[in-house]
């Protein structure tokens, strides 16, 4: 049997690269982030794992892999990596979807009990010296909306459904039967489900149908009491409606894993506002996170190898 011929773009003292070596043999492989030595190395690879988070070096070696059938991001989401060549290329694309979302997931509802409990206040008082007792809610019986029902909106509603919430999902695709949903709604009655939610959360993938899709308008079909939380991509939710909302207290509040402009720029107004919990884009960094994306490829490499069909696979023109 040949050898498959891999490149790998990443940081090469990166610790999760220490996982190749579990690729079954025969296997050649060349790892680098220098575009010369990524380019060279390029032109007979059967195989390319982007693992840095750079999408410039795939655009950079990928017109010289002309031998490159299978392309895999160690990540989740593509809509950086989707430039037109890679789009035209006949290169299968598979990535790290649904690697992260029991991470994610807890985040979600580690969100809900933030705001149930206003545990920024029980903080607050504390720092304080200051004993002062309020009521608090219970998320039993609330619902929690999930735009973008995949992976990680399945697992958030698993464990919403543990904590007694009642799930509403809406998705693109025709969803199969599931029963952590309550009740599906099509895109077009997007606002109609806003507005039952009391939590709501945004897993959705970047593309040009999701971008902005949650704007001034359905913000304001929202509950005032309602809490909104994004763990798919900054741009799904158009970032000056959402502040103008915070600041006119149109919504309880917002939890945040994602920005339009990452890392958040110094000064930013989600940084001061007590309505918002944010998160560096780190939600899914539990430990061993790296090493959970590698297993993936790994796993997607036996299947390579054996000629069966690839996990993951993204439809590059859909964009997930």
């Not at 607050?124 to 019986?141: L, T």
């Not at 308008?217 to 929202?222: C, D, H, K, S, T």
């Not at 000064?267 to 430990?287: C, E, I, K, Q, R």
Request: overall charge neutral.
């Amino acid at each position: 049997m040949d050898a498959i011929r891999v490149v790998v773009i990443s940081n090469p003292t990166a610790s999760y690269l220490r996982l190749l070596d579990r690729l079954p043999e025969p296997v050649t492989i060349h790892t680098g982030n220098d575009p010369a030595f990524l380019t060279e190395h390029a032109r007979d690879a059967d195989v390319i794992l982007a693992g840095g988070l750079n999408p410039n070096l795939l655009r950079t070696v990928l017109p010289t892999a002309k031998c490159v059938r299978w392309v895999h991001s160690m990540w989740a989401g593509v809509d950086k990596l989707l430039f037109p060549e890679l789009i035209a290329s006949p290169a299968v694309l598979t990535n790290g979807r649904g690697v992260f979302k029991d991470g994610l997931a807890e985040f979600a509802v580690a969100s809900i009990l933030f705001f149930a409990k206003d545990l920024r206040r029980l903080i607050r008082n504390q720092e304080a010296g200051r004993w002062e007792q309020f009521d608090v809610f219970e998320v039993r019986k609330q619902v929690l909306g999930v735009v973008g029902y995949g992976e990680i909106g399945r697992e958030s509603a698993r464990l919403a459904r543990g904590l007694g919430m009642k799930v509403y999902a809406m998705r693109r695709r025709a969803p199969e039967p599931d029963s952590y949903v309550d009740r599906m709604f099509p895109l077009t009655e997007l606002r109609d489900m806003l507005a039952l939610c009391d939590y709501v959360l945004v897993a959705a993938p970047l593309t040009e149908e999701t971008r902005g899709m949650i704007g001034e308008a359905e913000l304001a079909a929202m509950k005032t009491s309602a809490v909104i939380m994004n763990l798919g991509r900054g741009p799904v939710i158009v970032e000056a409606a959402l502040i103008a909302a915070l600041e006119k207290g149109q919504l309880r509040g917002a939890s945040l894993d994602v920005f339009e402009t990452e890392p958040l720029p110094v000064g930013h107004p989600f940084y001061g506002m007590p309505n918002v919990l944010l998160s560096p884009h780190s939600a899914d960094h539990t430990v061993g996170w790296q090493d959970l994306a590698m297993y993936k490829f790994i796993e997607n490499f036996q299947l390579f190898r054996d000629g069966k069909p690839l996990g993951n696979i993204v439809d590059k023109k859909a964009g997930y």
